[in-house]
């Protein structure tokens, strides 16, 4: 069974053909790049778009929002003209106050709701990115019974989750599993076929004392944000005593199923 990321920024790498082929050896070779913004969706569509272990996705991300009201006209455009583009996002709200480019909060909700109506047109899931935000989020979502998708490097306890599960929603597990009990107990806890693992690189890390720690047959490959894949489906898998082969079978088919490949 291959690998899928589904939640990694390529795009952002310094030497991401050099990554993938590592990553391929090491059996993950498969990702999903989240959009940003037009001038992004435009450069991983050249960069990306004949390459077929990669599918890429449109939205307008929290940090990098216009300063106008929104406008998904864009966004509306880019999909009609871009059958290849499977999912909406990365979408949301960071309510991170510290955050250099964190916008104000309503001028972020405003922007995640225009973004939720074009899913609920078009019924592509959405990829969501909430920091500290998860009650408006759900709050959003409610306006749109329709919309489906995976909430992006979760964070939060098993309540917090399961309020996303009977949403239907999918749960991205990230590095953070290495550093929050609760996360790692909500994934340990909500059904397999809800979860999906990514490594959101390079904005995340698996603290270096577990990369790759679980694999002791590591064939000494160079450091690569793209192989923390392997690290936190095995952490996950640990957790949940389940064995990882079955499910790194899981999550990829959920990847599959939610981007309808
Ligand atoms: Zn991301």
Known sequence: MIGFDSHCHLDFLDDAPQCMADAETAGIARWLIPGTGPDQWRQAHQRFGQDDRVLLAAGHHPWFLPDSAPDIQSLESWLDQHSDSVAIGEIGLDFFRHHPRSAAAE????????????????????IIHSV???DRILQGLKRYPRVGGV????????????AYLDRGFYLGAGSVV???????????????????????????HVPDQYRNAADPSDT????NALLDWLSILKRIAAARQMDSAILTEQVCQNASSLFRL
Not at 107 to 124: G, I, K, R, Y
Not at 151 to 162: C, D, E, L, S, W
Not at 220 to 223: A, E, I
């Open 178 to 204: 290495f550093q929050s009990a609760k996360t790692l107990d909500a994934f340990a806890r909500i059904p397999a076929e809800r979860i999906l693992v990514e490594t959101d690189a390079p904005d995340q």
């Open 107 to 126: 001028h972020q909700f405003d922007w995640f709701m225009a973004q939720l109506a074009v899913s609920s047109e078009c019924l592509q899931p959405v």
């Open 132 to 134: 500290k935000a998860h």
């Open 220 to 223: 000494g490959l160079p450091d």
């Open 151 to 162: 909430v992006h490097g979760f964070v939060g306890p098993y309540a917090q989750a399961k």
